[in-house]
């Protein structure tokens, strides 16, 4: 009896250190598969955080291209010339050669504006289009965008100082510097490093003025 007894002893010990293992290795299992998991989710948001910066970076690019070469453009007869460059502090329309692609076309006239529903675009048209509202193009740089806010450096009426300045409209030159700063809900991720240009040109030198007048009376 003491010999059946032994052996079930010793079965029942046996039993115990293998639950005792199968513990071990399970908790051994659930934490390689968190640290797993906490590492996957990582990477894919450091993975996400390169995607907005790289979109970020393209929107920024093609602003750089348009704006830099923002054309100082003063259309003749018009009166004291001034350039065609409407600042305001959430848009801004201006005149510039057409994209690569659309070459060689006439001036375009961009806007860069947040629509309505939180898309960043820029739109274009030719200035010679018969129908100006059916040939617009439309270029979405991103999107849930929260606001815009554009800033404009130069001298400028009443004070003729070089500042910054919230507008920028009815002058006879292209501001000096553009600042574009775009904003994004709370929460998102997305960076918009403060994007400043100088447009290549500021007077527009085609412009016949006027020696008298001052005014614009036709082009070279």
Same mark, same amino acid.
């Given at each position: ?21 199968? $513990? ?14 906490? *590492? ?9 955080? @390169?995607? =907005? ?15 830099s070469? #923002? *054309? ?8 004291? &010339? %001034?350039?065609? *460059? ?5 848009? !801004?329309? *201006?005149?510039?050669?057409?994209? =690569?692609?659309?070459? &060689? ?7 860069? /504006?947040? /629509? ?5 675009? $820029? %739109?274009?048209?030719?200035?010679? #289009?018969n129908?100006?509202?059916? @040939? !617009? ?6 999107? @849930?965008?929260?606001?815009? /806010? ?8 009443? =004070?003729?100082?070089? +500042?910054?300045? #919230?507008?920028?409209e009815?002058?006879?030159? $292209?501001?000096?510097?553009? +600042?574009?700063?775009? /904003? ?13 240009i100088?447009?290549? @040109? %500021? $007077? =527009? ?14 082009? %070279?």
């Amino acid at each position: 009896m003491s010999r059946g007894m032994t052996r079930s002893t010793a079965s029942a010990g046996f039993t115990l250190v293998e639950a005792l293992a199968s $513990l071990a290795i399970l908790a051994l299992l659930s934490l390689m598969l968190v640290a797993g998991t906490q *590492f996957a989710r990582s990477r894919m948001i450091r993975m996400q955080a @390169a995607d =907005d910066g790289e979109i970020v970076e393209t929107a920024q690019d093609l602003l750089r291209g348009r704006l830099s070469r #923002a *054309f100082p453009y003063a259309r003749p007869n018009t009166g004291f &010339p %001034t350039v065609e *460059f409407a600042g305001l502090p959430d848009r !801004v329309s *201006f005149f510039a050669p057409p994209p =690569d692609v659309a070459a &060689p076309d006439a001036l375009q006239r961009y806007v860069l /504006s947040v /629509s309505p529903a939180g898309v960043l675009q $820029l %739109t274009r048209v030719s200035d010679l #289009a018969n129908d100006p509202d059916s @040939a !617009v193009r439309a270029t979405p740089l991103l999107s @849930a965008v929260r606001g815009l /806010s554009i800033d404009y450096f130069g001298a400028a009426p009443p =004070d003729n100082l070089p +500042r910054w300045r #919230a507008r920028w409209e009815q002058q006879d030159a $292209l501001p000096r510097l553009v +600042r574009v700063r775009v /904003s994004f809900p709370p929460g998102d991720r997305r960076i918009w490093p403060d994007l400043i240009i100088a447009p290549a @040109a %500021t $007077l =527009d030198s085609l412009c016949q003025v006027d020696s008298r007048s001052g005014l614009c009376r036709g082009r %070279t």
